[in-house]
């Protein structure tokens, strides 16, 4: 069988991974699949929110690949680029700063609304970047709307869970901060904390929407949803113990577990610090550990986030959107049979997250490892071994549009 034949049949196998604790399973993991292909289009140009207008080259795009770029060890480290990524982006654009390439960030990173996330990056490295080109960990809980839409729920996570969540559409959710501040001695140890956090000082206005007063927090909570790497894992591993054993409301009887969500999975990340940081992942096991300690029952979770494969489709489609916003004559037109790629490319610093997500998901995607991560081998990871091995982003993209011949936009 030949590489792309191995690649195809690679996708089909990863589309169907059997159903395992902490993965998408039973109905929302049919409900899932189903959604990613409705919703897809809520990120797509014309509807991204914040996020400008689309501005493309006016020579005709025909790529016949799409990339997607890790931020944390790939892009930024921290708010600083590395790896010569903004001469990397510009890469990608004409003359006029038109795209003329389709690209996406994906990450499992987040905290903030993603047309947010998109003006940052912007700033940070001199190219417009549309919200629509930027997945969060986080993004698909949009898929959870119909579900949760009027329902009592709690978020918990560095930045504005809640704010977040209430843009997607969610009415009724409050931060876990919030919510654990109207139990009094919830937190048996907060009369010893004494620190205050720049979210605190630096509040978004749209926060005053996610007022306590208005929501009844004696009332079952019906999810939980750990939305970027909590700032206090003590008190966020008490409270959702709390309400995860009690069945959403603490300190009552027994009951049935209330869902809960993870954003993503990651055990570390490469943060500004040099060596790598404990991840939202750390936390899962944190959590999971003292849970299945305290309760007969082992806790019950839902991950998103790369390596899913669903991750990776969900990419394919809004790049997909992408190549079809930068045809000319078919912006605005809905009828039009989205283009498709030849290969897509996965650029990354983490082979438990990247490498093995581009592998599951299979044809088309190429996945590219840098050394400026989490990864700094000089030889290929063993366990999920990348197609491509390279010392920067720069080196990547160069990589990329050598093999793809950067004459794919023709007069």
Known sequence: MDKEGKKRNNKEKGSSLPPRR??????IFEEWKETLRASAIVFAPAAASGGGVASFSTKAVVSSFGIAFDIDGVILRGTTPI???????????????????????????GGIPESRRASELSDLLGVKILASQVVQGHSPFRTLLKRYENEFIVATGKGEPAVVMSEYGFKRVISLEE??????????????????????LNCSRYSEKIASSHIDCSQKVKAAFCFSDPVDWGRDIQVL??????????????????PLYFAADDLQYQAAFPSERLGMGAFRIALESVFNRIHDKPLEYTSFGKPNPFVFSNAEMILRHLLQFSTPGNVGTEDVRLPSFKTLYMIGDNPLVDVKGAQQAGYPWFSILTRTGVFRQRENH???PADMVVDTVEEAVEFILRREDASYVVD
Do not use: H
């Open 179 to 200: 919510y654990a501040s109207q139990f009094k001695n919830i937190d048996p140890v907060a009369q010893y904390k004494r620190w205050t956090t720049k979210q605190e």
């Open 382 to 384: 063993t366990q999920y």
């Open 83 to 109: 790896g010569n990524s903004r001469r990397a982006l510009r890469r990608l654009y004409d003359d006029s700063g038109a795209m003329n390439t389709p690209f996406l960030f994906l990450t499992n990173g």
């Open 22 to 27: 902490g993965q998408i399973k039973g109905k």
């Open 241 to 258: 113990c709390d309400i995860l054993t009690s069945g959403g409301v603490p300190g009552e009887e027994n009951g049935q577990q209330p």
